[in-house]
């Protein structure tokens, strides 16, 4: 059973015509007939008196709500899809990491709310790995997070690199490792540390990182919030692992000390004159992700573009020129 032999079928229906109902569809008379006669052929029954008024069978009034009911569904359906299409959908949902939503979406939420007055914006901060996996699960439109592969190599998947940050300590400014420009692995190692929740990219890199390296992370406290971060470790000896734009408000408070980390060297890297050779500086790469059908609705691809504009695209080697 097709769209169009149904629409044959009402349009025959209202206007009790093959010859009306051709001249309504803007078809021959014989293009009407064949699609009813092959919606009969179909349902087994006959729809219609052929007589000089084309009436109703039983079957015909047994199928003709049904009909219009399917075709009014139609009918809705392509109308949204057409609203979808011309940027009317209701809401856009974004999903971002606290850093981000704090330091460089203000500016993009703006614009959009101006170009797009009729699109309700919703922003939720989330870790990495959950703004992706709802990503994934259509719960949100577009994700601006840490990189984690595993949901991102999907072929479904556009993603785009927006930077390259350090991670760096954060950590009360009477603290001993306060005294470093550059803390080395040896001495951070050696402090309990306060990590994001589960669920939270960090939390995962931090982990990795110490696997990497052979040491165990002395975890003592997670938490989910940058104000909870500083305020903790404001208090005493505990220290954590954020990256560079995390850090922004810490760096200008005086109770609190920000410093770089020192890159290991590894013995079994040596370079050409029998060097041991520094392992590249530990960063976190920052990506815009959506899914490529959702960059065919003008709303979701002009916030794309605006990430793109408004987010600054730096890397470690300009960082480490500023001091940072």
Same mark, same amino acid.
């Given at each position: 059973?097709?769209?169009?032999?149904?629409?044959?079928?009402?349009?025959?229906?209202?206007?009790?015509?093959?010859?009306?109902?051709?001249?309504?569809?803007?078809?021959?008379?014989?293009?009407?007939? @064949?699609?009813?006669?092959?919606?009969?052929?179909?349902?087994?029954?006959?729809?219609?008196?052929?007589?000089?008024?084309?009436?109703?069978?039983?079957?015909?009034?047994?199928?003709?709500?049904?009909?219009?009911? =399917?075709?009014?569904?139609?009918?809705?359906?392509?109308?949204?899809?057409?609203?979808?299409?011309?940027?009317?959908?209701?809401?856009?949902?974004?999903?971002?990491?606290?850093?981000?939503?704090?330091?460089?979406?203000?500016?993009?939420?703006?614009?959009?709310? @101006?170009?797009?007055?009729?699109?309700?914006?919703?922003?939720?901060?989330?870790?990495?790995?959950?703004?992706?996996?709802?990503?994934?699960?259509?719960?949100?439109?577009?994700?601006?997070?840490? +990189?984690?592969? #595993?949901?991102?190599?999907?072929?479904?998947?556009?993603?785009?690199?927006?930077? +390259?940050?350090?991670?760096?300590?954060?950590?009360?400014?009477?603290?001993?490792?306060?005294?470093?420009? @550059?803390?080395?692995?040896?001495?951070?190692?050696?402090?309990?540390?306060?990590?994001?929740?589960?669920? #939270?990219?960090?939390?995962?890199?931090?982990?990795?990182?110490?696997?990497?390296?052979?040491?165990?992370?002395?975890?003592?406290?997670?938490? +989910?919030?940058?104000?909870?971060?500083?305020?903790?470790?404001?208090?005493?000896?505990?220290?954590?692992?954020?990256?560079?734009?995390?850090?922004?408000?810490?760096?200008?408070?005086?109770?609190?000390?920000?410093?770089?980390?020192?890159?290991?060297?590894? +013995?079994?890297?040596?370079?050409? =004159?029998?060097?041991?050779?520094?392992?590249?500086?530990?960063? @976190?790469?920052?990506?815009?992700?959506?899914?490529?059908?959702?960059?065919?609705?003008?709303?979701?691809?002009?916030?794309?573009?605006?990430?793109?504009?408004?987010?600054?695209?730096?890397?470690? =080697?300009?960082?480490?020129?500023?001091?940072?």
């Amino acid at each position: 059973m097709r769209l169009e032999q149904l629409q044959a079928f009402l349009s025959v229906a209202e206007t009790g015509s093959f010859q009306q109902a051709a001249r309504k569809c803007g078809v021959t008379q014989s293009t009407i007939s @064949r699609q009813v006669q092959g919606l009969e052929a179909e349902v087994g029954l006959s729809l219609f008196h052929r007589t000089a008024h084309a009436k109703l069978t039983v079957g015909g009034e047994c199928l003709l709500p049904h009909a219009r009911k =399917i075709c009014q569904t139609w009918q809705n359906a392509a109308e949204e899809l057409e609203e979808l299409l011309a940027g009317k959908q209701p809401e856009l949902c974004v999903a971002a990491i606290h850093s981000v939503c704090a330091a460089y979406l203000p500016p993009v939420l703006q614009k959009f709310c @101006r170009d797009y007055p009729e699109v309700q914006l919703r922003v939720t901060s989330l870790g990495s790995d959950r703004a992706l996996k709802v990503l994934k699960d259509g719960l949100v439109d577009i994700a601006v997070v840490m +990189n984690n592969r #595993y949901f991102t190599q999907a072929p479904e998947m556009l993603v785009e690199v927006l930077y +390259n940050e350090p991670i760096e300590v954060l950590m009360a400014a009477g603290h001993p490792l306060a005294q470093y420009d @550059r803390v080395p692995w040896p001495e951070l190692i050696c402090y309990p540390q306060v990590v994001f929740k589960d669920g #939270y990219g960090m939390q995962r890199m931090v982990q990795e990182q110490f696997g990497r390296i052979g040491a165990k992370l002395h975890a003592v406290l997670e938490l +989910n919030t940058l104000d909870a971060f500083r305020g903790v470790v404001r208090q005493g000896e505990l220290i954590a692992l954020l990256p560079h734009s995390a850090l922004v408000e810490a760096k200008t408070d005086r109770t609190l000390a920000v410093r770089s980390i020192a890159q290991e060297r590894s +013995n079994s890297k040596v370079s050409a =004159i029998g060097q041991s050779v520094a392992d590249p500086a530990w960063t @976190r790469e920052v990506v815009l992700v959506t899914t490529h059908d959702r960059m065919q609705i003008p709303p979701i691809a002009h916030f794309w573009n605006l990430v793109r504009e408004f987010v600054p695209p730096f890397d470690v =080697i300009k960082l480490e020129k500023s001091g940072s």
